[in-house]
């Protein structure tokens, strides 16, 4: 039974805007008005959860990001939870804000998983971003970047560059996925994955399996009472309604 293919992990990268401004330096005020070119989203990279390889999608020569924006929705559309760094603020306001300027239709809301907020409430690192958490696992890190990849893309469609920016974004899919497996014994379940697969809804959220050890009671300020339970096969742990005959 196959119950990890409808997990997304996905990252983007974004032009700046071109814009015509007299003055530079620190606390500037540049206004809207300044813009001559819209930002608009580079490239798009993503995987479903085990998959083999990291999938990727560019603007196209033109620098419009509409085609591929068009292909990434009936991505994320069949996926059960979609998993970021910054997702919900960054990644997803981005790509909303740009469908919603080609009118591509989106679901107006999407089951996710943003490790970034679940490195700020449940952990104490350092620091918060993927690439220090990633190497603080020892699971890898963010590839090097600089300021001219942006600018040769931008200004002078360099595909070279373009390509380098793509496998920067893959690199940071993949170990977004890493992070996310790193933590995951530590996300309570917001889909029940079991369920897909034509499984009870008393059996384990993430895989669907009925093997399950119990690991005590919560007492709920409800008044009602739940199982904690940890799943023999995935190892997570639940909680749910008790059940008979497991140990």
């Not at 990279?45 to 990434?72: G, H, P, S």
């Not at 998993?83 to 239709?105: E, M, Q, S, Y």
Request: include cysteine; hydrophobic fraction near 35%; aromatic fraction near 12%.
């Amino acid at each position: 039974m196959r119950t990890h293919r409808k997990r997304l992990f996905f990252d983007i990268e974004v032009a700046p805007n071109i814009g015509l401004f007299w003055d530079a330096g620190y606390k500037k005020n540049i206004s809207p008005e300044s813009i001559i070119k819209e930002r608009a989203i580079i490239c798009i990279c993503y995987k479903f959860e085990d998959d083999e390889e990291v999938q990727w999608l560019t603007w196209d020569k033109r620098q419009n990001d509409k085609a591929m924006l068009i292909d990434f929705i009936k991505v994320a559309n069949t996926a059960d939870e979609i998993v970021g760094h910054n997702g919900d603020k960054f990644d997803l306001a981005w790509i909303r804000t740009r469908c919603l300027f080609h009118g591509i239709p989106m679901f107006p809301k999407y089951v996710t998983v943003d490790t970034l907020k679940i490195s700020r409430s449940m952990f104490k690192f350092n620091s918060n971003k993927l690439d220090y958490i990633a190497k603080f696992l020892n699971i890898g890190g963010k590839s090097h970047t600089e300021y001219s990849m942006w600018s040769d893309i931008l200004l002078d469609n360099d595909r070279k560059q373009l390509d380098r920016m793509v496998d920067y974004c893959i690199n940071d899919v993949a170990i977004l996925e890493a992070v996310y497996k790193a933590m995951s014994n530590h996300i309570p379940p917001k889909t029940h994955f079991g369920m897909r697969f034509g499984g009870s809804k008393d059996n384990c959220p993430e895989c669907g399996s009925d093997s399950l050890l119990k690991d005590g009671l919560t007492y709920l300020v409800s008044g009602s009472v739940k199982q904690r339970y940890q799943c023999k096969t995935c190892h997570k742990y639940f909680t749910a309604n008790e059940k008979k005959n497991k140990n």
